[in-house]
Each structure stands twice: as structure tokens, then as C-alpha cells.
């Protein structure tokens, strides 16, 4: 069965950076078959997508977190990263992977000073 499991959520000040990783087991291989995503969702808004990357390697990212998040995958196959720069107070949310249709139940990331 898929799954999926992230890691790397804490505590960071405005303006510093985290990287959060996404282990996906049950797959023979996640590279060249599914679209990976990234979501965020904070208390009392849409879920959003800050990250995407399409089976060829093509990213998306909306114009939100352009420029200051990158989605990569690790040469195994078996891990989504997001390295995020820069975060503002507003990237607080709950951060979640998502590959085709599995979702894993997401690491929490709060911005404060």
C-alpha cells in the first residue's frame, strides 16, 4: 500500500529557510509515472499548492512562493523534498505531499519571530 510520510516541519523565524522531505514507500518508483506535489494548508483556509513536479521534470510554482520554493526528488526515487527560502510569517500552515492520489497527514511549519 502507498504511503506517504513528511518530515523536516518546526519552528523558524521570518525570513530563514526549511527543508521538508516526503518518503514515499509502497511505489515501485515514484519518479516517471506520477506528478509530485507539495501543499499548505492554514487554519481556516484552502488548501493550496505550492509545488508541483510533472513526471518529465517539468515545476510548477504559483506566483505566491516563486522563486523562493524548490521541489526535488532525490535519485532514489523514494523522496520529495521542498527546500523553502525566505518563508514569511503567512507560510505557516500544515505542509502536505501528495503523489497521484495519496496524501500523507503532513508536517506543521510555523513562522514567528
Known amino acids: 500500500q502507498a504511503q506517504l510520510t513528511e518530515s523536516g516541519g518546526g519552528l523558524v523565524q521570518p525570513g530563514g529557510s526549511l527543508t521538508l522531505a516526503c518518503l514515499a514507500s509502497g511505489y515501485r518508483t515514484i519518479a516517471g509515472a506520477f506528478a509530485m506535489r507539495w501543499f499548505r494548508q492554514a487554519p481556516g483556509k484552502e488548501r493550496e499548492r505550492v509545488a508541483q513536479m510533472l513526471p518529465g521534470g517539468t515545476t510548477y510554482y504559483p506566483d505566491s512562493v516563486k522563486g523562493r520554493f524548490t521541489i526535488s526528488r532525490d535519485r532514489t526515487n523514494t523522496k520529495i523534498f521542498l527546500q523553502m527560502n525566505s518563508l514569511p510569517p503567512e507560510g505557516s500552515a500544515m505542509y502536505y505531499c501528495?503523489?497521484?492520489?495519496?496524501w500523507g497527514r503532513g508536517t506543521q511549519v510555523t513562522v514567528t519571530s
Open positions: 501528495n503523489v497521484n492520489t495519496t
